[in-house]
């Protein structure tokens, strides 16, 4: 494609007023301003004809195969011709809605010995699919009046994960974290608790772990040491619906739940337990059988991965109702989700206890940072006052529901967005610890 260049739009608009001012002073040489349009339409066909032409040109682009949400990378623009190479060039790539551009598509590339290079800055915005379909290389002639510009499909993907970079970051510290929790004798008594061994009663042992029948018959006190039970039961549901869809700090809500369940079930999955995943909205999406093994990460980060966006209202009876259906023996049920009002509480409280007459639940609030800068922020202006009272007052109702849920037996956690896996880990941990599973 061959168009205009700027200067060239700017000369031919001020060549007009010229003829038009010559017809009018000297009608005999009318066709002089012709001639001046004339002169202008060489010179840009001599531009087009001359230096580097499209197949001389070559453009490739790379970007990285998978990236996680959230996360920023580049899609790094490799710019070649083959002769008469021009001083500067400009590529631009195609724009796609999981994908944003931080400073712009288009970028200007310096060329020395005919090649140039140019790096785009993106931030991937949502998980999916995202495709850079089409590139673009223009550049100008010799005399900088026309355009040529040459188009290109790429048709490059790249897969925007869930965000496992915490995983990877605490791997090394969960590992560690949990070799030493297999080499703690767990001597804490309760409901899955196994039998291990008798041992000397020491110090600080549980008074009620001595067996006194054995102690009778070796004349000296012996306990009983338990180790935890593995192989339990861990189900991590993610609402999907309109509110976990909402950013928090430029990210959903539902990605921020999808990180910290892959990062629970990466301790839970090497701590030997069986992990399983479910998605609902308005209706159940995303259902899987529980796995076990290290190997099975990769599954529970693609059924993850497949979680889709939705602008639905979460129906929690039908939710829960399916899940309590399909499980067999108790398990820990965590549940990743919030909700804007409290009608949607209310369902919320009354479905979950077809849960807790059998299984252990947890329930993963994000704190909503917002309001609370709004109550905590100093009021200024009228209306500064008006948000803080309304913003305090969804806070109080927030807060009854939470304590509520905390009556009926629930185990409740509200962290921030950012914390939100460790959190959730730690308390895994300590649950386990104290044989609640």
């Given at each position: 494609?061959?168009?205009?260049?700027?200067?060239?739009?700017?000369?031919?608009?001020?060549?007009?007023?010229?003829?038009?001012?010559?017809?009018?002073?000297?009608?005999?040489?009318?066709?002089?301003?012709?001639?001046?349009?004339?002169?202008?339409?060489?010179?840009?066909?001599?531009?087009?004809?001359?230096?580097?032409?499209?197949?001389?040109?070559?453009?490739?682009?790379?970007?990285?195969?998978?990236?996680?949400?959230?996360?920023?990378?580049?899609?790094?623009?490799?710019?070649?011709?083959?002769?008469?190479?021009?001083?500067?060039?400009?590529?631009?790539?195609?724009?796609?809605?999981?994908?944003?551009?931080?400073?712009?598509?288009?970028?200007?590339?310096?060329?020395?010995?005919?090649?140039?290079?140019?790096?785009?800055?993106?931030?991937?915005?949502?998980?999916?699919?995202?495709?850079?379909?089409?590139?673009?290389?223009?550049?100008?002639?010799?005399?900088?009046?026309?355009?040529?510009?040459?188009?290109?499909?790429?048709?490059?993907?790249?897969?925007?994960?869930?965000?496992?970079?915490?995983?990877?970051?605490?791997?090394?510290?969960?590992?560690?974290?949990?070799?030493?929790?297999?080499?703690?004798?767990?001597?804490?008594?309760?409901?899955?608790?196994?039998?291990?061994?008798?041992?000397?009663?020491?110090?600080?042992?549980?008074?009620?772990?001595?067996?006194?029948?054995?102690?009778?018959?070796?004349?000296?006190?012996?306990?009983?040491?338990?180790?935890?039970?593995?192989?339990?039961?861990?189900?991590?549901?993610?609402?999907?619906?309109?509110?976990?869809?909402?950013?928090?700090?430029?990210?959903?809500?539902?990605?921020?739940?999808?990180?910290?369940?892959?990062?629970?079930?990466?301790?839970?999955?090497?701590?030997?337990?069986?992990?399983?995943?479910?998605?609902?909205?308005?209706?159940?999406?995303?259902?899987?059988?529980?796995?076990?093994?290290?190997?099975?990460?990769?599954?529970?980060?693609?059924?993850?991965?497949?979680?889709?966006?939705?602008?639905?209202?979460?129906?929690?009876?039908?939710?829960?109702?399916?899940?309590?259906?399909?499980?067999?023996?108790?398990?820990?049920?965590?549940?990743?989700?919030?909700f804007a009002d409290t009608i949607s509480a209310e369902l919320m409280l009354s479905a979950v206890g077809t849960l807790l007459s059998r299984h252990l639940v947890l329930f993963i609030l994000f704190r909503d940072e917002e309001l609370e800068t709004l109550?905590?922020?100093?009021?200024?202006?009228?209306?500064?006052?008006?948000?803080?009272?309304?913003?305090?007052?969804?806070?109080?109702?927030?807060?009854?529901?939470?304590?509520?849920?905390?009556?009926?037996?629930?185990?409740?956690?509200?962290?921030?967005?950012?914390?939100?896996?460790?959190?959730?880990?730690?308390?895994?941990?300590?649950?386990?610890?104290?044989?609640?599973?």
């Amino acid at each position: 494609m061959i168009y205009p260049a700027r200067p060239t739009i700017a000369a031919a608009a001020a060549v007009a007023p010229v003829a038009l001012l010559i017809g009018a002073l000297v009608p005999a040489y009318w066709f002089a301003g012709l001639s001046l349009l004339a002169f202008l339409l060489a010179l840009c066909l001599i531009d087009a004809f001359a230096g580097a032409r499209h197949r001389d040109a070559e453009l490739i682009c790379e970007g990285p195969a998978a990236v996680s949400v959230g996360a920023e990378f580049e899609v790094e623009c490799h710019v070649r011709f083959a002769r008469a190479a021009p001083s500067r060039c400009e590529v631009a790539v195609d724009d796609h809605p999981l994908l944003e551009a931080l400073e712009g598509h288009r970028r200007s590339v310096r060329v020395e010995n005919g090649a140039g290079f140019a790096a785009i800055e993106m931030r991937a915005l949502r998980r999916g699919a995202a495709s850079i379909g089409r590139t673009w290389l223009r550049w100008t002639g010799p005399l900088g009046l026309i355009w040529k510009q040459k188009e290109m499909v790429l048709g490059a993907e790249i897969l925007i994960a869930p965000d496992i970079r915490v995983v990877r970051e605490r791997s090394a510290q969960l590992l560690h974290r949990q070799a030493m929790h297999g080499l703690i004798a767990q001597l804490e008594l309760g409901e899955g608790a196994e039998f291990e061994a008798l041992a000397d009663y020491r110090q600080g042992m549980d008074r009620r772990a001595i067996d006194w029948k054995s102690s009778a018959r070796h004349t000296s006190l012996l306990a009983k040491e338990y180790r935890t039970e593995r192989n339990n039961n861990i189900i991590i549901a993610l609402d999907a619906g309109r509110t976990m869809c909402e950013p928090l700090a430029g990210v959903p809500r539902v990605d921020r739940a999808v990180s910290a369940a892959l990062l629970t079930a990466f301790v839970a999955l090497k701590d030997g337990d069986r992990v399983s995943l479910f998605g609902f909205d308005s209706h159940p999406r995303v259902s899987t059988k529980p796995v076990s093994g290290s190997r099975s990460f990769a599954l529970l980060q693609r059924v993850a991965a497949g979680i889709d966006y939705s602008d639905r209202e979460t129906n929690y009876t039908l939710a829960l109702a399916t899940l309590a259906s399909g499980l067999n023996r108790r398990s820990m049920v965590v549940i990743f989700t919030d909700f804007a009002d409290t009608i949607s509480a209310e369902l919320m409280l009354s479905a979950v206890g077809t849960l807790l007459s059998r299984h252990l639940v947890l329930f993963i609030l994000f704190r909503d940072e917002e309001l609370e800068t709004l109550v905590e922020a100093e009021p200024v202006e009228p209306e500064d006052v008006t948000r803080a009272v309304t913003a305090a007052a969804l806070l109080r109702e927030r807060k009854l529901v939470v304590n509520r849920l905390r009556r009926l037996g629930v185990h409740v956690l509200e962290a921030k967005h950012d914390q939100a896996g460790p959190t959730l880990v730690n308390a895994y941990v300590d649950l386990k610890r104290r044989n609640l599973l």
